[in-house]
């Protein structure tokens, strides 16, 4: 048997630095997995951060003399700030603490970390990683907005518990996602950078009553994929789903919202600094005009219960007379694909229609793979029956070529 190692990060400089954390625990790991990809990797630690995990651990993994202190006079190396950041292709700050965030944003450079930063053109990541508190405080979300306006990366925190033993925000990305991350970000092409994408997804529900709703079987999967791929290929992406109970894509602003009316508010309140919008949800067409405030009771044989329509949420996007996004939208369609999905594209004045053919067992709602029919107003095409991330690819190919012609 071979075993075949991926070597994607073949001869990319990573340069790591880690501030005072518990989670500074996991970094040896995270050299391990990056040197398996074949990246080279050197460290700087803070003072602090030696007291959770020790230099010569660091130096054993990563093969590296360690580094802590601006002078040295120790180290036999020539290694200076200057000289590290420039052999840096990227930096990466994990755990970053509060205080290490905080001067960062004040471009104080008091230690080996922020010395580098301040003199190096490299990109740095930076993976937020402290008591939840401490990550809402307003100073901390104003020093985070400075990095990112400075156009530092900023991977994480995830939500979970944390050492103190508050659940919240706060702890430090996983070293196998965090390689995920620096994979994508030397590998994946990036054609969606700079493009703002709103994609919706996921059911509505419509309340008759407080325990009673109207709703469909959509799981929010392909939606969410689509988000996932969208933001690997660097595009800045905005989720307003349904229920769902789906994880968030790492990197997306996710709005939850309940029935349609909810959704067209949200949709509406940023669709004017949108590039495309992707309608990806079934949104229920008819609400009840009626929301009993109490549960109906079982009383009578028969029961009325009147619908009133629902707003065309994509009509109003791709009717837009200013600001209008590239619209892309669904079918899900149970006969007659083509006739129907080409009405909706005229009808609902959409750029793109992808249509899913529903009739066909585990496609479409709720289920982990997808067919897709594409139609704008020259041709059609099928994408391959698929898993519904490796769809999401194919779509994307198909969108930008088609936003970049617009
Ligand atoms: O979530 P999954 O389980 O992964 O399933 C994915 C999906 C099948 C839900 C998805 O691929 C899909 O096809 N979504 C649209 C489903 C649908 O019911 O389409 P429609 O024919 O009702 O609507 C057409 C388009 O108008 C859609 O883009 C829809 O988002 C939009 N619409 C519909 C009604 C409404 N009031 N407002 C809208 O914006």
Known sequence: MTTQTNHSLLKKHILLGISGSIAAYKIPELIRLLRKK?????????????KFI?????????????????????????INHISLAKWADIIILAPATADLIARLAAGIANDFITTVCLASTSPVAVAPTMNNQMYHATVTQDNLKKLKNRKYIIWGPTYGIQACNSIGLGRMIEPLIMVDLINNYFNSKKDFKNIKILITAGPTRENIDPIRFIS??????????????????????????????????????????????????????????QNIFIGCAAVSDYRSKTIYKHKIKKEKNEINIFLIKNPDIISTVANLKKNRPYVVGFAAESENIKKYAYEKLKQKKL???????????????????????????NKSIQLPYCDKNELSHYLLNEIIKRYEKN
Do not use: W
Request: include cysteine.
């Open 38 to 50: 074949g990246a080279a990797v050197r460290v700087i630690i803070t003072n602090t951060a030696k």
């Open 54 to 78: 020790t230099p010569l651990t660091l130096q054993t993994i990563s093969g590296n003399t360690v580094i802590s202190n601006l002078i040295d006079n120790s180290s036999s190396d020539e």
């Open 216 to 273: 469909n079987y959509s799981s929010g999967y392909m939606g969410f994929a689509i988000a996932k791929e969208a933001i690997k290929r660097g595009a800045e992406v905005t989720l307003i789903t349904g229920p769902v109970y789906l994880k968030t894509p790492f990197g997306a602003n996710r709005i939850n919202i309940t029935n349609c009316m909810d959704m067209h508010k949200q949709v509406h309140k940023i669709i004017n600094k």
């Open 351 to 377: 750029d793109l229609i992808c249509a899913n053919d529903i009739s066909i067992p585990n496609n479409g709602f709720n289920s982990k793979n997808n067919k897709l029919y594409l139609f704008d107003k």
